[in-house]
């Protein structure tokens, strides 16, 4: 089975605080994204990455940047934490062939307070 | 912009319905399709991915893809208390940076003992 493991499930910052959110998967697989999810607003796509150390810009960038330094693992990182970055955030991964199922993970809730 | 859009619902069906979920998709170089299923407070799980137009079925689900009228359904026969979650519609673009999901907003399905 596929496993993509978010480590910090629950998570409660001040506002300005420099938050991580970390994610690892076990399948060997070159895509994997960072989304948040809001309610009315759906699944909002933050970065995604193909490859080690490359990233692209999703449709939320704003606000956030990733870092890639191995193939399993893809951090999320808020710069200056600030209360509309209250949300659930979840990581995804895939296999890099188009068309590839993505998994999720469980997801980190974050409250910036 | 791509766009994914679905009827929030609630949809709500008894016990032993079929539930059909409908999903329009704007982008006509979409080519692959995805139903994901996500409970309250949890992450979204896949059920069913459908590349080609017709019908593809498993189990007592049944995805519908209709690539000239963008459309594209999922079908869920003897519905069951435990089927009450919100289903994900999403379209993945062959084309391009084609690693990316785009999701509507998903449905709300309730089903009544």
């Known amino acids: 089975d596929v496993k993509v493991t978010q480590s910090s499930r629950y998570l409660v910052k001040r506002t300005g605080e420099k938050v991580f959110l970390e994610c690892v998967q076990d399948m060997d697989h070159e895509n994997m994204f960072w989304y948040r999810q809001d309610p009315g607003l759906g699944l909002r796509l933050i970065y995604f990455?193909?490859?080690?150390?490359?990233?692209e810009k999703g449709d939320i960038p704003e606000g956030y940047s990733v870092s890639r330094e191995k193939k399993e693992r893809f951090s999320l990182i808020l710069e200056s934490a600030s209360t509309n970055q209250t949300s659930m955030y979840l990581c995804a991964s895939s296999y890099r062939s188009s068309g590839n199922t993505i998994y999720f993970g469980e997801g980190s809730w974050l409250t910036v307070v | 912009q791509k766009e994914v859009e679905q009827n929030s619902g609630p949809l709500s069906v008894p016990e032993g319905a079929i539930a059909s979920l409908n999903c329009t998709y704007s982008d006509r170089g979409s080519q692959s399709f995805f139903w994901y299923r996500q409970y309250s407070g949890k992450s979204p799980e896949l059920i069913m991915f459908?590349?080609?137009?017709g019908d593809k079925e498993d189990g007592r689900f049944t995805a519908q893809l209709n690539k000239a009228s963008q459309y594209v359904s999922l079908l869920i026969r003897d519905s069951q208390p435990s089927d009450s979650a919100t289903y994900l519609c999403?379209?993945?673009?062959?084309?391009?940076?084609?690693?990316?999901?785009?999701f509507g907003k998903g449905t709300l399905l309730t089903v009544n003992p």
């Open positions: 459908i590349y080609s137009n």
């Open positions: 990455s193909y490859d080690v150390k490359m990233k």
């Open positions: 999403a379209v993945n673009d062959a084309r391009g940076s084609n690693y990316k999901l785009t």
